[in-house]
């Protein structure tokens, strides 16, 4: 049965452990978790509400008869641009499979042919490994799965439409978190913290993110002294609905994978459609901005309507409602912030630099993606990384809630400001950076009085690009455009400079 936390105000409240995000990384984490202890789960709106919920494509996992786990392997070191942990990548590729089956286990309800999962094809991929469900939201298939088992559980409290504001540290320890529900105060204590908040796209003015994702997690971590690890390497997807008006809506590469073409006004090609997203996206970008009034489009005219309306029924609909029909229209893209790599560094079962602070899912930088994310690698990270992430909370020993009171988190950020952060990161950390605009973003946020979380996200990101003098993955710099031989991370804390090392 789901338990819902009644608060008051000023309201302090204990559990064993605390989840912050009800997206797949937490889910998956706090069905391990309950089986040892109380769990209170802390979600920005609805437990339905997340990152996790809009993921089209699919999941990759070595699934496959003429698949395995090696070639997986390969596929996502290669995108990686020399920056993937191997043994990160071998626990997502190795224990991957298993997360699926479980899935099944659970009700997931993905695509089959015959009795054995379809699966699809997507950029970086050397074969077919997406497996993907319900016309195209996969992420929906997977998150009702994982609700399910939540709910079945006596021990999960939801918190909904809870403000997850900063981190209670105490000697040098995340003993729990401040929050806010319906304009109530509130500390939760836990003998240990579970971030699964997501990345924060929404810093961008360009993004496929819900606007729920604006790097909380990733800011309040920060602010306690957790290790911020490689945020420069934000990625953008290449195929987002470009229509005045309409949001940012993402065309999944699962689209490409199927053949759908990439082409400019006059309708012709002019890259491959099945490289990885960074290479994609740049040669979008540079195809917009070539003339004043660019345009590119995501062309699937020559793929059976039959097929669009069956595989991608989410995508057909939504182009419809924008006057849009995919199976006779060229539908006009650009690139938007979608995915971070980076995020707060951790080892293989999801520990940060903090004691009690873990973290999972986009938030975290656990080394699997280098610097270019591999396509549908995000959601088997989630899983994977949030039941490793619980088995470790499982070996925290309890404590005592401290003393002491905690500072007082950010205010809420004016719309102003809010539109100049995101204006000024698309301007100047985009999908094209160098030193000169880095700068310049730098000091424009300087002159935004009022902290926020965005904002902080915003001056790590200008910041560990501005460190990093080279291209690489999604990171590139026309000032550095080789990608030099050392691969480094970048590293950054509260009152530290950027480190590579």
């Given at each position: 049965?789901?338990?819902?936390?009644?608060?008051?105000?000023?309201?302090?409240?204990?559990?064993?452990?605390?989840?912050?995000?009800?997206?797949?990384?937490?889910?998956?984490?706090?069905?391990?978790?309950?089986?040892?202890?109380?769990?209170?789960?802390?979600?920005?709106?609805?437990?339905?509400?997340?990152?996790?919920?809009?993921?089209?494509?699919?999941?990759?996992?070595?699934?496959?008869?003429?698949?395995?786990?090696?070639?997986?392997?390969?596929?996502?070191?290669?995108?990686?641009?020399?920056?993937?942990?191997?043994?990160?990548?071998?626990?997502?590729?190795?224990?991957?499979?298993?997360?699926?089956?479980?899935?099944?286990?659970?009700?997931?309800?993905?695509?089959?042919?015959?009795?054995?999962?379809?699966?699809?094809?997507?950029?970086?991929?050397?074969?077919?490994?997406?497996?993907?469900?319900?016309?195209?939201?996969?992420?929906?298939?997977?998150?009702?799965?994982?609700?399910?088992?939540?709910?079945?559980?006596?021990?999960?409290?939801?918190?909904?439409?809870?403000?997850?504001?900063?981190?209670?540290?105490?000697?040098?320890?995340?003993?729990?978190?401040?929050?806010?529900?319906?304009?109530?105060?509130?500390?939760?204590?836990?003998?240990?913290?579970?971030?699964?908040?997501?990345?924060?796209?929404?810093?961008?003015?360009?993004?496929?993110?819900?606007?729920?994702?604006?790097?909380?997690?990733?800011?309040?971590?920060?602010?306690?002294?957790?290790?911020?690890?490689?945020?420069?390497?934000?990625?953008?997807?290449?195929?987002?609905?470009?229509?005045?008006?309409?949001?940012?809506?993402?065309?999944?590469?699962?689209?490409?994978?199927?053949?759908?073409?990439?082409?400019?006004?006059?309708?012709?090609?002019?890259?491959?459609?099945?490289?990885?997203?960074?290479?994609?996206?740049?040669?979008?970008?540079?195809?917009?901005?070539?003339?004043?009034?660019?345009?590119?489009?995501?062309?699937?005219?020559?793929?059976?309507?039959?097929?669009?309306?069956?595989?991608?029924?989410?995508?057909?609909?939504?182009?419809?409602?924008?006057?849009?029909?995919?199976?006779?229209?060229?539908?006009?893209i650009t690139p938007a912030a979608h995915y971070f790599m980076g995020g707060v560094a951790t080892d293989l079962w999801g520990r940060s630099t903090l004691a009690g602070l873990y973290a999972a899912g986009?938030?975290?930088?656990?080394?699997?993606?280098?610097?270019?994310?591999?396509?549908?690698?995000?959601?088997?990270?989630?899983?994977?990384?949030?039941?490793?992430?619980?088995?470790?909370?499982?070996?925290?020993?309890?404590?005592?809630?401290?003393?002491?009171?905690?500072?007082?988190?950010?205010?809420?950020?004016?719309?102003?400001?809010?539109?100049?952060?995101?204006?000024?990161?698309?301007?100047?950390?985009?999908?094209?950076?160098?030193?000169?605009?880095?700068?310049?973003?730098?000091?424009l946020l300087s002159d935004i009085r009022e902290p926020s979380n965005l904002l902080t996200v915003a001056r790590v990101i200008h910041e560990c690009a501005l460190a990093r003098e080279e291209s690489r993955g999604a990171h590139f710099r026309d000032d550095f455009t080789s990608t030099a031989s050392s691969k480094l991370h970048s590293y950054i804390k509260k009152d530290?400079?950027?480190?590579?090392?």
């Amino acid at each position: 049965m789901l338990a819902l936390l009644r608060l008051g105000m000023d309201v302090k409240v204990e559990t064993d452990y605390v989840v912050v995000g009800s997206g797949i990384a937490g889910l998956r984490a706090a069905i391990d978790l309950a089986e040892t202890g109380r769990v209170t789960i802390f979600t920005k709106a609805e437990i339905t509400e997340s990152n996790s919920i809009h993921a089209q494509g699919g999941i990759a996992a070595a699934m496959g008869a003429d698949d395995n786990a090696q070639q997986h392997f390969v596929d996502t070191v290669t995108a990686g641009a020399g920056l993937c942990d191997s043994a990160a990548v071998r626990v997502l590729v190795e224990e991957g499979p298993e997360e699926i089956s479980r899935l099944e286990t659970w009700g997931a309800d993905f695509e089959k042919d015959q009795g054995v999962l379809s699966l699809s094809r997507e950029g970086g991929h050397s074969i077919a490994r997406i497996v993907h469900g319900n016309g195209g939201l996969t992420g929906k298939v997977v998150i009702d799965a994982l609700i399910a088992r939540v709910r079945a559980s006596p021990s999960v409290t939801i918190v909904p439409f809870s403000f997850f504001q900063d981190l209670v540290v105490d000697a040098g320890r995340v003993t729990g978190i401040q929050f806010q529900n319906n304009d109530r105060a509130g500390i939760c204590f836990a003998n240990a913290v579970l971030l699964a908040t997501g990345g924060g796209s929404q810093v961008y003015s360009q993004s496929t993110n819900p606007e729920t994702a604006t790097g909380d997690g990733l800011a309040a971590a920060y602010r306690a002294g957790a290790e911020l690890r490689d945020m420069e390497f934000v990625q953008f997807h290449p195929t987002v609905l470009n229509l005045p008006g309409a949001p940012r809506f993402l065309l999944t590469e699962a689209l490409r994978g199927e053949g759908a073409r990439i082409v400019n006004e006059n309708g012709e090609r002019f890259v491959n459609e099945l490289l990885t997203r960074d290479e994609v996206s740049r040669a979008v970008f540079r195809q917009l901005t070539a003339t004043e009034h660019g345009e590119v489009f995501l062309d699937m005219t020559h793929i059976s309507a039959d097929v669009l309306k069956r595989k991608f029924r989410h995508v057909y609909t939504t182009c419809l409602n924008y006057g849009l029909d995919i199976t006779r229209d060229r539908v006009p893209i650009t690139p938007a912030a979608h995915y971070f790599m980076g995020g707060v560094a951790t080892d293989l079962w999801g520990r940060s630099t903090l004691a009690g602070l873990y973290a999972a899912g986009e938030l975290a930088s656990a080394g699997v993606h280098g610097a270019n994310r591999l396509a549908s690698n995000s959601l088997l990270e989630a899983l994977v990384f949030g039941r490793r992430a619980a088995t470790a909370m499982k070996e925290q020993s309890p404590h005592k809630p401290p003393l002491h009171a905690p500072r007082n988190p950010p205010a809420a950020i004016p719309l102003s400001s809010f539109d100049k952060i995101r204006d000024t990161t698309w301007r100047n950390a985009g999908i094209v950076r160098n030193a000169a605009g880095l700068k310049k973003g730098l000091e424009l946020l300087s002159d935004i009085r009022e902290p926020s979380n965005l904002l902080t996200v915003a001056r790590v990101i200008h910041e560990c690009a501005l460190a990093r003098e080279e291209s690489r993955g999604a990171h590139f710099r026309d000032d550095f455009t080789s990608t030099a031989s050392s691969k480094l991370h970048s590293y950054i804390k509260k009152d530290a400079r950027v480190s590579l090392r």
